[in-house]
């Protein structure tokens, strides 16, 4: 299986901060790659594809970059609604896995 | 919109097999190429456990072996997830979800906690 590692666990930000979420795979996946924001008790919600594709009625204060097997998740501004786990996912090969998750919280 | 919701016991005894439904709402299954099923727990976190393509063909996740089946209804309205032999490290909250382009978890249910105890 490809192993997907994300640092940090915790981040702890202000509202307005940049923010940054690595996410590194164990073997080249080209830029199959998701990253999802998760809220306490809801399902988790398609926020990034193809590594920086933006999803529709994503907030243009996203974005996702990398390729082969770095990548990362910029908040450029952060905004209370923004406080939630986030996790990154690849697709490149069968099972897809999800990297263990970044908890965004209130400093 | 297409809605999915999962329904099915949230308590299941250990060797028992865990039953989960996910009804589609606002749509048909034939409308889209995949459906998946994933779970979560504290421990493990994100684990994608299987798919089916509206023609009946399935992916499964190799931890599981033999253990998964995932099927579609008759009705096309719901895909049902099947998990035999299970133990306390099934207990999760499990989600139905829609995949987009053949790989993309773009629409996925409230989940469904389920515990599995005596």
């Known amino acids: 299986d490809i192993q997907m590692t994300q640092s940090p666990s915790t981040l702890s930000a202000s509202v307005g901060d940049r923010v940054t979420i690595t996410c590194r795979a164990s073997e080249s996946i080209n830029n199959w790659l998701a990253w999802y924001q998760q809220k306490p008790g809801k399902a988790p919600r398609l926020l990034i594809y193809k590594a920086s594709s933006l999803e529709s009625g994503v907030p243009s204060r996203f974005s996702g970059s990398g390729s082969g097997t770095e990548f990362t998740l910029t908040v450029s501004s952060l905004q209370p609604d923004d406080f939630a786990a986030y996790y990154c996912?690849?697709?490149?090969?069968?099972?897809?896995?999800f990297g263990q998750g970044t908890n965004v919280e209130i400093k | 919109q297409v809605q999915l919701q999962e329904s099915g016991p949230g308590l299941v005894k250990p060797s028992g097999t865990l039953s989960l439904t996910c009804t589609v709402s606002?749509?048909?299954?034939?409308?889209?190429?995949?459906w998946s099923w994933v779970r979560q727990t504290p421990g493990k976190g994100l684990e994608w456990i299987g798919e089916i393509y509206h023609g009946g063909r399935t992916n499964y996740n190799p931890s599981l072996g033999s253990r998964v089946t995932i099927s579609i209804d008759q009705s096309r309205t719901q895909f049902s997830l099947k998990l035999t032999s299970v133990t306390a490290a099934d207990t999760a909250v499990y989600y139905c979800?829609?995949?987009?382009?053949?790989?993309?978890?773009?629409?996925w249910g409230p989940g469904r906690p389920v515990t599995v105890s005596s």
């Open positions: 606002g749509g048909s299954i034939s409308d889209y190429s995949w």
């Open positions: 979800a829609r995949v987009r382009g053949s790989y993309l978890l773009d629409s």
């Open positions: 996912q690849q697709y490149y090969g069968y099972p897809w896995t």
